[in-house]
């Protein structure tokens, strides 16, 4: 009789748990998820077409993707997400692993060695490393909260955390995707408040590295896209011509675009890399300046909910995992626009969602799962009981 009764009470609150799993589920995140990756889809076939490749339509590969991404997001939502704070340090040496693996086994392609072939897709272990990055120092942060300011010596540990998989991705080469870690450990870092001292010695490490990166680590075409972004009428039909293609697309959408199909800098194959590093340049040349704001004012609402969704987590853990995908994304689609406009030199940054990428939409999706797990856990167990 007690069994049954205590298998029944457990089975009531397993069902009253699902319940308000369900009554938290965040329509809203998920709505503009799906706007956002509809009007990405549309421009994707737009950008690929015609295909005259081998095999899958860049578009239909992506609608693919997605399909996948969808099946394992759902599996996400299912696992409570402080299970990562478990493990994170698992996580993170797994994705090492991958990118040595990488480096021995790896697929090549313009001069980089960065992919593995996984036969329905190549994946790039230095894309999953940003959301492995955002996890671990969530983690670390979570667990040594420091109220007065986290000093030099307290953010060696998580210093070390960035460096390794920063210096493999930065052999690869991939200088982007490397730069990229870099900024979700600054912008995660100062999210958890430092001492002054630590700015500023941190400002001096900065400064030194950029020097020295600049004299010895670079190779010369990395340097030359830097000049080009600084002297970008020098070369225009050379290492300038990917953004002189570029401004010319988004310069000619005008107001309302050319009309869906119809742009010329994209249609006619004009501008390089239409449907990865430039897919922001069809759209703004098929749509024009109304079409474009419309897209960026839901992307950057996405973003922001996703900030409303780290304010509300219940822990410590929920609010920086949730901050940190925030700015995963954000710092991505930023640097991706002004690449795309001229402000910034050509790094070879994806537009989280928008850009044509197995890779991409595998460490985007994860992260905005996580999200979407976080927010649905944001309830109070004890008034909700």
Known sequence: MWAFLIRSGMEASMFKADRRLFLHFDMILLLLVLLVSGIALCNLYSASFPYVGYGMAPWLKQLCYFGVMFFMSAFILCVDYKWLHQINYIFYFAVLGLLILADIIGSSAG?????INL????LQPSEVAKISMVICLASYYARKEVLDGYTLKQLLFPMAML???FIMILAQPDLGTALMLGIIFVSMTMFVNL???????????G???AVLGWLYVLKPYQRQRIETFLHPDQDLMGSGYQIFQSKIAIGSGGYFGK???EGPQGQLHFLPERHTDFAFAVLGEEW??????????LYFLMLLWGLYVASQAKDRFGILLAYGVVVLIFWQAVINLFMVLGFLPVVGIPLP????GGSSLLTTCIGLAILMNVRMRSFDPVNHC
């Open 195 to 205: 001492r002054w001292s630590t700015y500023l010695a941190l400002g001096t490490f």
């Open 259 to 261: 009309g869906y199909g």
């Open 288 to 297: 024009g300046f109304i079409g474009t704001f419309v897209f960026l004012a």
């Open 207 to 209: 400064i030194g590295a």
């Open 119 to 122: 036969g329905l897709f190549n």
């Open 353 to 356: 969602l928008v850009s044509y």
């Open 163 to 165: 460096g390794l998989p």
């Open 111 to 115: 001069g980089s060695q960065r992919w």
